[in-house]
């Protein structure tokens, strides 16, 4: 399985992005996409989650209410919707994949991620 993001780039204060993960390699019945995000001499943290049924998403609560997560199985890609975008969302921003889905706190959790991307840069400007 190899996952790719893209979108990441340079905004200012307020402004918006859309982040886009890929999947290319096996399918699967039973999966979650999450969102993760590093920045530099911090530890990476969860942004987003999403289950491949979609009746379950997962936010942080540094971006609920601002960021927003879908996906569409058939395009094997997960979008990440970023609005109102501060200073300290200025991370690389990594797409991951968990097969199966233990429980919805496995979601939030980086260690039980199976897959992942080498990361998308976002940087937004004061």
């Known amino acids: 399985v190899r996952l790719v993001e893209s979108g990441g780039k340079l905004v200012q204060t307020g402004g918006s992005l859309r982040l886009s993960c890929e999947a290319f390699?096996?399918?699967?019945?039973?999966?979650?996409i999450g969102w993760f995000r590093q920045a530099p001499g911090k530890e990476r943290e969860f942004v987003s989650a999403?289950?491949?049924?979609?009746?379950?998403?997962h936010y942080s609560d540094s971006v609920k209410g601002r960021f927003t997560i879908s996906r569409d199985n058939a395009q094997n890609a997960v979008w990440l919707q970023m609005h109102s975008l501060k200073p300290e969302d200025t991370a690389v921003y990594y797409c991951e994949l968990q097969i199966p889905v233990t429980n919805s706190q496995s979601m939030r959790n980086d260690s039980q991620y199976n897959y992942w991307g080498r990361g998308t840069q976002v940087t937004v400007s004061a």
């Open positions: 390699g096996d399918t699967f019945d039973d999966y979650a």
């Open positions: 999403i289950k491949w049924s979609a009746d379950t998403t």
